[in-house]
């Protein structure tokens, strides 16, 4: 069995290594925006947070990094999720070459319970710097909410409409830091609502926005795979820090 699962831990490095090929030969010269999940070992979680944070540090030094932030799930501390964004596909399929993507690579082989999954996704609409530029204070504790959806076919333009609307209303709003509506390349119905807020007290207090009504009826009635809840991930940023 040990020999079927690192024999199968190979094929999917390799598929993995195909799809990032393929992304970054793209002539697509727009924004690159990637998400990767690891599961973790318990017993190696220790060494992985320190080796990817070291990741993070770096590809925040690197030119044209846009922005970089690693998480662990709240209640299940050996998720991990690691944000990139990169002026362009091809810097950010360079980031990988780098000594300390390598590093993160090989510790992958031993430390985690299941292969890596890798998120390739673009963003609905464009952005400025500013989107991601917001101030704290020293009591805040921000939390990072993420919500994966998958809609019903022919309902992602009023899905987009209506996320764009609680946008525009989050410009206003002084505890919620950022709200973004992205879509996963290659997926038309598959979308990630990114939130982060100044603390739980803050999401709470979203949650009764009334231009968030409409968007959630919509999710009660228009998803593929009810109740939407399921889609949720709550996440405590570890680095930057």
């Known amino acids: 069995m040990k020999i079927i699962s690192t024999w199968g831990m190979a094929v999917?490095?390799?598929m993995d290594a195909w799809r990032v090929w393929v992304y970054g030969r793209s002539s697509d010269n727009s924004v690159a925006v990637v998400l990767t999940r690891y599961y973790v070992k318990n017993s190696c979680r220790d060494r992985f947070l320190q080796v990817l944070s070291g990741y993070v540090l770096h590809s925040l030094q690197t030119t044209g990094n846009?922005?970089?932030?690693?998480?662990?799930?709240?209640g299940d501390p050996c998720m991990l999720w690691v944000f990139e964004r990169w002026d362009n596909r091809a810097l950010y399929v360079k980031s990988?070459?780098?000594?300390?993507?390598?590093?993160?690579?090989?510790?992958?082989?031993?430390?985690?319970v299941s292969h890596p999954e890798t998120l390739f996704i673009q963003d609905t609409e464009p952005l400025?710097?500013?989107?991601?530029?917001?101030?704290?204070?020293?009591?805040?504790?921000?939390?990072?909410?993420m919500l994966f959806v998958d809609v019903k076919a022919g309902t992602e333009d009023l899905f987009r409409s209506m996320n764009r609307a609680v946008k525009?209303?989050?410009?206003?709003?002084?505890?919620v830091l950022i709200f973004l509506l992205s879509?996963?390349?290659?997926?038309?119905?598959?979308?990630?609502i990114y939130k982060k807020v100044r603390n739980w007290e803050a999401f709470r207090h979203h949650l009764k926005d009334p231009t968030l009504?409409?968007?959630?009826?919509?999710?009660?009635?228009?998803i593929k795979d009810p109740p939407f809840e399921k889609g949720y991930h709550y996440l405590i940023q570890f680095a930057p820090l």
Do not use: G, W
Not at 128 to 145: A, G, M
Not at 213 to 222: D, G, I, K
């Open 128 to 145: 400025s710097i500013e989107d991601f530029q917001y101030t704290t204070e020293s009591n805040d504790e921000p939390i990072t909410i």
């Open 183 to 192: 879509q996963l390349c290659y997926h038309k119905t598959r979308f990630i």
């Open 96 to 112: 990988r070459r780098s000594d300390m993507a390598k590093a993160v690579r090989a510790l992958t082989k031993t430390a985690l």
């Open 213 to 222: 009504e409409p968007v959630l009826q919509f999710l009660q009635t228009s």
């Open 168 to 175: 525009q209303a989050s410009l206003t709003a002084p505890d």
């Open 12 to 14: 999917l490095s390799l």
């Open 66 to 74: 846009i922005m970089t932030e690693a998480y662990y799930e709240k």
